[in-house]
């Protein structure tokens, strides 16, 4: 018997924002108030808006992220971020295997894996996402690569530490478009069932979030789904308003 697991409302700046953006967090710290909230909030940002966020939103109940790190702690690798410096600069998160990042950067399970391990060793939680493309889907594979990204990307420290997984079909991603809630719930129980299998009841535990065209207008349907503990936004996460829509369908 799978036990309650909290609600996460989670947000993907990705490439956007600038000081000024900061301006939606206060506004969105006002909506939400001081809490207690039936659900957890996080916001990831770009990297030079995580310490100017984590200073704003102290003493909400909004936590901020990364969208990425580097697997070592420190050393010679130009431009990169680990993430001890995102945990220093106030992160309580950090998104990892997004699959732009997958795409873009050609980060493999093993990369995402080692990440992910890098982001627990620094006492933060990772946001491990998986998801097929629109051929996988189309070819009946969905289910089997979703189940092979998860086991390789997930380490094994999971089984005593936070992580979060998102699953987030990549056709879906900025698209408007999103699976039928058949289609979620299949998915979503496929990723409960491996990580109880590996983990037994610490995987129980594991929220796992929805990602791809969660809007104000959709989310208490999907999130109505079973084992969907949540979202993570893309799109409706730049706008306060949009965001606390959905923070209030949770
Ligand atoms: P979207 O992005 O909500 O804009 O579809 C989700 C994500 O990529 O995390």
């Known amino acids: 018997m799978s036990q309650p697991v909290k609600t996460l409302i989670a947000g993907n700046w990705k490439m956007n924002g600038l000081k000024a953006s900061l301006g939606e967090l206060e506004q969105l710290k006002a909506l939400v108030g001081a809490g207690p909230l039936a659900c957890d909030i996080a916001v990831c940002v770009p990297f030079t808006l995580v310490a100017s966020a984590a200073t704003a939103m102290a003493g909400s109940p909004v936590a901020i992220g990364g969208q990425d790190c580097h697997t070592q702690t420190s050393g010679a690798h130009t431009g990169d971020i680990s993430a001890a410096m995102l945990a220093d600069a106030g992160a309580a998160f950090i998104i990892v295997g997004h699959s732009e990042r997958r795409a873009d950067h050609g980060e493999t399970d093993a990369n995402v894996q080692a990440k992910a391990e890098a982001v627990i060793a620094a006492g933060l939680t990772p946001i491990i996402c998986v998801g097929e493309t629109e051929a996988e889907r189309r070819a009946g594979s969905a289910l089997a690569v979703v189940e092979s990204q998860l086991a390789a990307s997930v380490p094994d420290s999971a089984g005593t530490s936070k992580i979060v997984i998102a699953y987030e079909p990549v056709w879906a991603i900025g698209t408007g478009l999103t699976p039928t809630r058949a289609d979620i719930?299949?998915?979503?129980?496929?990723?409960?069932?491996?990580?109880?299998?590996?983990?037994?009841?610490?995987?129980?535990?594991?929220?796992?979030?929805?990602?791809?065209?969660?809007?104000?207008?959709?989310?208490?349907?999907?999130?109505?789904?079973?084992d969907v503990n949540g979202g993570l936004v893309g799109g409706a996460s730049l706008k306060a308003e949009d965001f606390n829509g959905i923070i209030q369908a949770a």
């Open 185 to 226: 719930a299949e998915i979503h129980a496929a990723i409960r069932a491996q990580l109880v299998a590996r983990f037994g009841d610490a995987g129980a535990g594991i929220a796992i979030l929805y990602g791809g065209s969660m809007k104000p207008g959709n989310a208490a349907e999907i999130l109505g789904v079973d």
